[in-house]
């Protein structure tokens, strides 16, 4: 082969090898990409069975345990409150009162149904999208608890 | 006053880097010049070294006077921790940063070698910037020396999951390969400055990249060693941004590793090894931006304070305008000397750039993804573990499969037929792993492509030693002995990929879990193993108490024992998760213990079976041995004066 073919080789591969890797990053952004949602905007905002992060504060009292050993807990951006199911161990800070993020998704009629729950390593943190949902909701008590 | 005493030395250690960086940028020509900037990037590490003591000291000490400390630290803390604490938080961690930055500096200032002086001194300028900026911005940002009033009795506590003895190296690690960067980025500009980046500067180059590189590996091999034994998920990598945050530095210094290779041998691709060198600290530099300023809303928690984010940006934005405007002017007129042939080593390893560059650009682009969304008014987003898979892996297998054949492959002109043959037995053993893993997978393809890919790449990795053993003289202990240690660290970095990629897919495909309500004496049956939960009972650590479980293991008649355990630390108001965590060759039994229900008796207990879990770690420890044994066979060629 000639050194220019070899040239025009190499560039057509790593050209391919671009193109495939633009294509699977606009596709996975385009599927994969979770949107964040606050319980009041559970229904406009996600279609039923749709992944998303459902985020708010864990309502006072409402955390229990279902015969099956799955977890039941209400959570609430202050106008709305959202039944959530999730069976599993939930993590170490996860507590009533506190923020936390709950990803999975709805079916009318149904609770929540999370895969995965998220709570902060730090006892002082409150979820950035809770605090949003809950500035937008004007129930905002104070700065970023420090 | 030992925290003025650190804070004075601090202040000192930034006039004499501001020092280093003048005398060192204008001693290109001027050889006293360049003398007294070397002697400041020493004397401004010493310096920086007592600053660091002081604030160890005041952890020691527990002076909670100081806000670092009364924010991080507590009397009842063990020796380890309060010495690890020094480092744990945002303040103390940014002077680590400071404190590594002016160490390289005189390391590099000491170690002039084959290049010339103007670049070396040029070098060492830079280095000295990089630490002033970094030590302008711990001072004035984030003064870890900074004193309280009034100073409260007790502090409040390092939170109870980083007391642990991996995060307490973790941290470290991770500075060192992320400081490290700095240097290769340094060097870079000199070479910019200078106009001119040949073989002698890449041989100065390789050191550091190794080194960085090899850390990241470690620090990213510990952190993530450590998310699996104690957040009690099961899980290993998350994809989280802080986690994305040193992935991406890691990918660019694994591409500047191979690259500067092809530079130090055949002096060719030179520019690209400067761009992936400013890069590299560039994603560093972004890393430290995404864990402080809290932007990305992270699975890790740290403290959250948008001024310091905004000047780790301003920060980044001047390494970055400097380094890519440099690179604009000056990288046209770099020479470049030596084409190669389409296969041929030096293509290997363009294609091996070209695979992680790439992949560190998919990630970036997921994880800042949400910030684009947000900031163009498209509400909050995440972007989670699916979209990672479906881009990285993909990438790095097409990277993975033509790996074992680069080490095969002679320089300028390689001949892929007789490497082909060479290499036949391995792609024999990774068909058949394929086979065997879609057989009792039931047709599960991704998971038999990956573990096929990971045999490949072991067995390719011993196909390389093996041609190289051949090539010897004499009885086959003697040939072993006599290969070069460059053939040793490569291959045990190859292989160890093999090996985490091995691990990585059989955990990511295989695992299983399970929770489970159980009351003391009752069993629960879990791949091919009955768990019984024996008694729960109290205990006391010597800065917490916990809960602890005990269980029974049977398997096959063999009985084992294994605990889990809660702990309440009276510091925090959150317990912890110690779990619990069997070990065999298949893999980890993983046990983690939930609360006791409300009103009930019986405990949740959450199983994991982990296949093959234990391969990721020990994957990443042979990539850092490779690493490692690499630097030594550096060493020992410069030794031998070759």
């Known amino acids: 082969m000639r050194r220019r073919d070899q040239r025009l080789i190499m560039i057509a591969t790593a050209g391919a090898v671009l193109v495939a890797a633009m294509a699977l990053t606009f596709w996975g952004l385009r599927d994969s990409v979770v949107y964040f949602v606050a319980p009041s905007e559970l229904s406009e905002r996600a279609q039923p069975g749709q992944r998303v992060r459902l985020g708010g504060l864990v309502v006072e009292g409402t955390l229990r345990r279902d015969a099956d050993g799955a977890m039941r807990f209400a959570v609430t951006d202050g106008a709305v409150q959202v039944e959530v199911r999730y069976d599993g161990v939930l993590p170490d800070l996860f507590r009533e009162g506190q923020g936390v993020v709950a990803e999975g998704s709805w079916q009318p009629g149904q609770a929540f149904e999370a895969e995965r729950v998220l709570a902060k390593h730090d006892e002082t943190y409150m979820p950035r999208e809770v605090a949003e949902a809950i500035k937008q909701r004007g129930e905002w008590k104070g700065d970023t608890p420090q | 006053m030992i925290a003025e005493i650190g804070a004075f030395t601090a202040m000192l250690a930034l006039a004499l880097s501001l020092a280093q960086g003048l005398l060192g940028l ?80 005189a390391v590099l200032a000491s170690t002039r070698g084959a290049q010339t002086q103007s670049l070396w001194a040029r070098g060492v300028g830079v280095q000295g910037l990089v630490t002033a900026g970094a030590l302008i911005y711990t001072l004035f940002l984030s003064n870890p020396f900074a004193r309280l009033d009034p100073a409260p009795m007790q502090g409040s506590g390092l939170n109870p999951l980083l007391q642990d003895p991996a995060l307490a190296a973790h941290p470290p690690l991770l500075y060192l390969g992320y400081v490290g960067l700095s240097v290769p980025f340094s060097l870079a500009i000199a070479a910019l400055i200078e106009g001119k980046a040949d073989q002698a500067w890449a041989k100065a180059l390789r050191p550091w990249t190794l080194a960085a590189w090899t850390f990241l590996t470690l620090g990213i091999g510990l952190g993530s060693y450590w998310a699996y034994y104690e957040l009690g998920w099961g899980g290993w990598w998350f994809w989280d941004p802080v986690e994305n945050a040193s992935f991406m530095p890691w990918l660019v210094a694994g591409a500047l590793v191979h690259s500067a290779i092809v530079t130090e041998r055949r002096g060719s691709i030179a520019s690209w090894t400067i761009l992936l060198a400013i890069m590299g600290f560039g994603l560093a530099l972004l890393g430290t931006f995404l864990v402080r300023s809290g932007v990305l809303t992270s699975v890790h928690a ?108 002679s320089w300028r002109v390689g001949d892929i037929a007789a490497s082909a043959k060479k290499l036949a ?194 994957g990443a420890i042979m990539m850092a041995l490779g690493g490692a044994l690499s630097l030594l066979a550096l060493a020992r060629r410069k030794r031998s004066g070759a």
């Open chain 2, 26 to 105: 204008t001693g290109a020509r001027n050889e006293p010049r360049a003398g007294a900037a070397a002697a400041l990037a020493q004397s401004s590490a010493w310096i920086a070294a007592i600053s660091f003591a002081c604030l160890i000291a005041l952890f020691v000490r527990s002076d909670f006077t100081v806000a670092a400390v009364a924010a991080n630290s507590h009397v009842d803390k063990p020796l380890l921790y309060k010495i690890a604490g020094a480092w744990g938080n945002h303040e103390g961690s940014m002077l680590l940063w400071s404190f590594v930055s002016a160490v390289f500096g």
């Open chain 2, 425 to 618: 037995p391995a792609a024999l053993l990774a068909l058949a792993t394929m086979i065997i893993t879609l057989v009792l997978s039931q047709w599960r393809a991704i998971p038999a492509i990956g573990l096929a890919l990971g045999v490949w790449l072991i067995a390719g990795g011993l196909v390389y030693v093996w041609t190289r053993v051949q090539r010897g003289e004499g009885r086959m202990l003697r040939k072993l002995a006599l290969l070069p240690l460059a053939v040793w660290s490569m291959s045990a970095a190859h292989i160890g990929a093999g090996v985490l990629t091995l691990g990585a897919v059989a955990e990511t495909a295989f695992r299983r879990e399970q929770a489970a309500l159980l009351n003391p004496g009752e069993s629960v049956d879990f791949v091919g193993r009955r768990v019984t939960l024996l008694e729960v009972g109290e205990a006391e650590g010597p800065n917490y108490s916990s809960t602890r479980a005990n269980f029974r293991i049977e398997r096959d008649g063999a009985v084992q024992r294994m605990s889990a355990e809660r702990r309440f630390y009276p510091t925090s108001p959150m317990p912890t998760t110690e779990v619990g965590i069997l070990s065999s060759i298949d893999g980890d039994l993983y046990v983690a213990l939930g609360d006791a229900a409300r009103g009930e008796s019986a405990w949740t207990v959450r199983l994991y079976y982990n296949p093959l879990v234990h391969l990721i770690f020990i």
């Open chain 2, 302 to 409: 740290f403290a959250v304070d948008p001024r310091r984010g905004i000047a780790v940006l301003v920060l980044l934005a001047v390494a970055l305008g400097i380094g890519f405007t440099l690179y604009a002017l000056r990288a046209p007129k770099l020479a470049q000397p030596a084409g190669f042939a389409a296969v041929s080593r030096e293509s290997m390893l363009v294609w091996n750039n070209f695979g992680l560059a790439i992949a560190a650009g998919v990630v970036l682009i997921g994880t800042l993804y949400p910030l684009l969304v947000e900031a163009l008014g498209g509400g909050l987003i995440s972007v989670g573990p699916p979209f990672f898979n479906m881009t990285v892996a993909p990438l790095l297998g097409a990277l993975f499969l033509i790996l074992p054949f680069g080490p095969m492959l």
